[in-house]
């Protein structure tokens, strides 16, 4: 056959393949508001840079009348290309083709993208739209899953691991996207749960919607297995494509520098933090005040949000936010921020993005739920990322920083490298009323008028220890600055600490309090 004969063959074995599940397959996808895999993979890559490999895979499987069915690419389309330059690895499951089912040859594909994304050190996005385990295929599909796993955890910190949900991710699917770093939700769209509403009504008797078991709000909000939640697949889109723009490719490199640019003259610092410590206050504005540009770009925004986390430059250079919110709960450490705070210090300490902390929290919130949610165990989290992090780290303690809050809070003694403070911080055991009540319990008790003797105690102890000067005396805070200084010196920190090189004791991994 001649070569031009050849090459029209390939065409239209290609053709074939691009067509997916069919027709009547691809008018359901788009009929529910979602794109087809191809298309997701075409809207997120540079154009043009998309390379499909493994398009004619074909399954083995014979059971079920398998052996009659050919699926195209066997229900994953697998490939490599760019998103603002920076070469990714991508895989999208084609829910028209068997439901994106996951049975030998899928997972084989997913697993061979994942090997090369590992050894040519490149970011892995994993797009996930799947009815789970392909049944026909029985314990083929589950030992896939299992390889998933295993190559999951094996580029946990070596490469960024990215996962979008696009659809349905039920039982253990679910796993894949809770060992990788970030995972994209969509509204309506995106559904991810262990056990589906139909086991739970035949087990317990409880009748529950899709949505409302695992929906994207249910992950985004409550659950906090979401990262990034969008109300449709094109903003989703548009922030996966940020994150990328701020993360290294790996962990052998530094992200990429932009161009350096100040912050806007809309977040004037020195305005934001009310002077009274129990006045509540938006920390994102402190942050858009000292980040070029006012560009924050923030992480799990609608969980635990007494603690906010995200991306920034400084001087072109991603630098990783790690900040108390006194918004919410006044800011207080509680479980779920202190899983927040651990696991996105732990990414950034993997990926040298240097963390800056921004401190002003009244410490541990205190009460029998968080005691009996595991609050030693959580809170524990925080203090064991900060301490075993190398990278950089940089803080600012704005106003209060009190108790086991200041010492979790990326302080000199967890060896932050800088630690600055503003004027009004306050830096004690405990705040000064409960200071007070506890050390001159008995003088507040037999005075004639209680009232006056407490407030003076509260006065005395404010004086003496609810400043940053005692702490800035014994040389925990390196400098005491004004606010509008914070983003010179931060820069200062950056540059001057760029070359640190600082190394754990040899051990073959910690046991931290997971
Ligand atoms: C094989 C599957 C499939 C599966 C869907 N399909 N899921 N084929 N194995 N797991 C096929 C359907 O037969 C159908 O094929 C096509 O995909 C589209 O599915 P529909 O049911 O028509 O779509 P929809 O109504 O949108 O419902 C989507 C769904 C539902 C909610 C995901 O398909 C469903 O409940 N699927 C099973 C989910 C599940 O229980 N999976 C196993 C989880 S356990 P045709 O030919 O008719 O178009 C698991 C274990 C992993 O994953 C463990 C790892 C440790």
Redesign the pocket.
């Known amino acids: 056959m001649p070569l031009k004969r050849k090459i029209q063959e390939l065409k239209k074995k290609r053709e074939e393949v691009l067509k997916g599940g069919g027709d009547a397959?691809v008018e359901k996808q788009v009929a529910m508001g979602k794109m087809t895999a191809r298309d997701r993979i075409i809207s997120l890559l540079d154009k043009e840079t998309f390379t499909e490999y493994d398009m004619f895979a074909e399954h083995e499987a014979k059971d079920f009348d398998m052996d009659k069915k050919t699926l195209a690419g066997d229900g994953v389309i697998i490939g490599t290309g760019s998103i603002y330059g920076a070469s990714i690895c991508i895989y999208a499951q084609d829910?028209t083709v068997?439901?994106g089912?996951l049975g030998n040859m899928h997972a084989r594909k997913i697993t061979k993208i994942m090997d090369h994304a590992l050894k040519m050190k490149m970011p892995l996005i994993g797009i996930n739209d799947s009815?789970?385990?392909?049944?026909?295929e029985g314990v083929s599909?589950?030992a896939g899953?299992?390889e998933i796993f295993f190559r999951n955890t094996l580029s946990s910190g070596v490469i960024p691991q990215i996962s979008v949900i696009l659809g349905?991710c039920?039982?253990?699917?679910v796993?894949s996207p809770a060992l990788t770093d970030f995972v994209f939700v969509v509204d309506k769209i995106s559904k991810m749960f262990i056990t589906?509403p139909e086991v739970i009504k035949t087990v317990l008797g409880e009748e529950i919607s899709m949505e409302d078991l695992g929906g994207a709000r249910v992950h985004s909000e409550i659950t906090g297995n979401a990262h990034f939640y969008a109300s449709s697949e094109a903003e989703c889109i548009e922030q996966i494509k940020k994150l990328i723009s701020f993360i290294p490719w790996s962990n052998l490199r530094k992200a990429k520098k932009f161009p350096p640019k100040e912050p806007s003259a809309d977040y004037q610092i020195e305005d934001i933090v009310p002077g009274d410590p129990k006045q509540p206050y938006d920390v994102r504005n402190v942050i858009r005040a000292i980040v070029d540009d006012s560009d924050f770009f923030e992480v799990q925004e609608l969980w635990a949000e007494n603690m906010v986390i995200g991306f920034g430059r400084m001087g072109g250079e991603t630098i990783g936010f790690v900040c108390n919110q006194p918004l919410v709960l006044a800011g207080v450490l509680d479980v779920d921020s202190s899983d927040k705070a651990a696991r996105f210090i732990r990414f950034c300490d993997a990926f040298n993005i240097p963390i800056v902390t921004l401190v002003d929290l009244p410490g541990y919130l205190p009460g029998v739920d968080q005691e009996h949610a595991g609050v030693i165990r959580h809170g524990a989290k925080v203090l064991y990322a900060y301490s075993e992090a190398t990278v950089q780290k940089m803080t600012v303690i704005l106003r209060k920083a009190y108790g086991g809050g200041y010492i979790a809070m990326g302080s000199r003694h967890l060896r932050a490298d800088f630690v600055f403070a503003w004027p009004g911080a306050e830096i004690a055991v405990m705040g000064p009323e409960g200071a007070a009540n506890i050390i001159f319990r008995k003088e507040i008790a037999s005075a004639e008028d209680p009232e006056k003797v407490r407030k003076q105690k509260i006065k005395e102890y404010k004086d003496k220890f609810a400043n940053p000067y005692v702490a800035a005396a014994k040389g925990y805070i390196d400098s005491v600055i004004e606010p509008k200084e914070t983003r010179k010196i931060l820069l200062h920190a950056i540059e001057v600490s760029e070359n640190k090189a600082v190394y754990l004791p040899k051990k073959k991994h910690g046991i931290p309090p997971f």
């Open positions: 397959a829910f068997a439901g089912s009815g789970g385990a392909r049944i026909q599909s589950l899953y299992g349905p039920a039982g253990g699917a796993y589906g």
